[in-house]
């Protein structure tokens, strides 16, 4: 079977049967699928965070080298990694799928199955979108969340003696795609949002600026101090790197270092917090993560101390 | 200049100096473009409501019959159409662009200049989005919007002995779509959302249901019946179609009411109101626009009346 056989409105009644079947009531969903729009509701004194982001097939993803559901869960990660690194809890997310007519239905269906269950892991029930058709599939998410009123984090917020804090490890999707493309193999690293180390930060007083790390460490870092209008001395041998990773990127000939600093698509939080805040130790034990000092929030503008790694903006 | 030239931060550039330039402070946007997520704030007692729409080259729209700003201003139409159809008042837009690196930047800026204009127009200020490459163009949009709390427009609460009604007039689309399919004229119709009619229909107390024409009159009516669980008697001699729209389908050699009733993105209001409500006349001096009794809920499903208007679902 093929997209074609069923139809926009076929396709549309089994994602929403999934939809409901992941999440039978959601709190704050008063309408989901089904009418001209969904209606949502924050509760009293929460300001509304929303954002989009789009996978397409041979850019982002390619169906031979990733599964299906796979495709799906990490479209749905990198959305939600946006509501977590505005510290918001999740309310909702929306699909608009672009899809050639003859795409197989089992590989959709499968796609919006990784999509949904790995959105209902995340507290974010499917509740609206289109569907059209297009000559490659993509997918663009919406996702919608909440945050206690004038508490989002935010990249402008940086200050000079900040130290400069970073979630978990660096490295492992860079390496995953690596695998695929050099060896064949098929993709299957799944990264996690970071929404409950997020809802965390949002309510730390000492909190300065925070960004996820979706287009690699020396990427982000230089949008957080872009943003800020400010710059940052980084220690690169405290980098975090996933275990056993420096040894699996050598069989590849890779830098485990260049990998760290420029892979994408981790997904930790990278974030400042003033001197008088708590330090990695402390993070690490609120927010439930490994949390890693990396540098220091200096004058001037962007990144020192990332010489040699293979970060050669500068 | 190509899109490839200026690179995805470039053209965010352009696109964030455009929607700052064209609303210079939008009430309820907290954090606009250039964060992880845009923030927004309803006021207290509102429901968010929020829906996605997408528009795809070569399916939805041709550079070479569209011109650029129309493509723009029709997708944006289309979504906030969603919108009203919803009673909501617009809070804010969010697009997700994908397009060829090869796509002319005149074309693309003066795609995004009629949307961020139809935006600003209809107090929709862009708050985010994103860019990816793709083999065709296509423009995501989510729109976000508020309503007093439980007062959103519905589809499914139309019921037996509630009148239905129509706004405006019903045809133009369609009728410039063959315009420019059969003559090779350039398409230039721009329709309006519905949105303040929409917003006095919420506050209405003898509302029934509300869906925006976007697929023709049969497919819509038939999407709130389905809703509703209910049928529909119209009478086809009061379809209210557009000033000399009759002669110039004849020029075309067109059926004027098949084209009411069958052609789509009029972006009219589909209502109903329960007996005890207002007429057509009282209506349309509270909505400020024609508006047309066209027919009456009833029990069974599927819609009656339309046989040999070219309506042949039944």
Redesign the interface.
Known sequence: MRLRDVGEFGLIARVARRAQSAIADPAGV??GI?????????R?GE??????????E???FRWKTTPAALVGARALVAAAS??A??G?RPL?V???L?APAGLALDRLEACLGGLVREAARHGLPL????V?????T?L?L????A?A??R?L???RARVGDRIFVTGALGASALDLARSERRGARARHRPAPRIEAGRSLARLASIGAC??VSDGLAADLGHLLE?SRIGAEIDPSRLPLPRGFSRACKKLALDPLRLAVEGGEDYELLFTVRPRGPGAEALSRRLGLPVAEIGTIVRGRGIRGLRGTGFTHF
């Open positions: 008063v309408l089904g009418d001209d729009a969904a209606v949502l509701r924050p009293r300001d509304v965070v929303v954002t989009t982001d789009a996978v397409v041979n850019v982002h946006d509501l690194a505005m918001a909702a929306l699909l608009s672009a509740v609206g979108g289109n059209a058709r297009a000559s490659e993509s663009s919406t996702v919608v969340g945050v009123r004038g989002a935010r990249r402008d960004i996820d943003a």
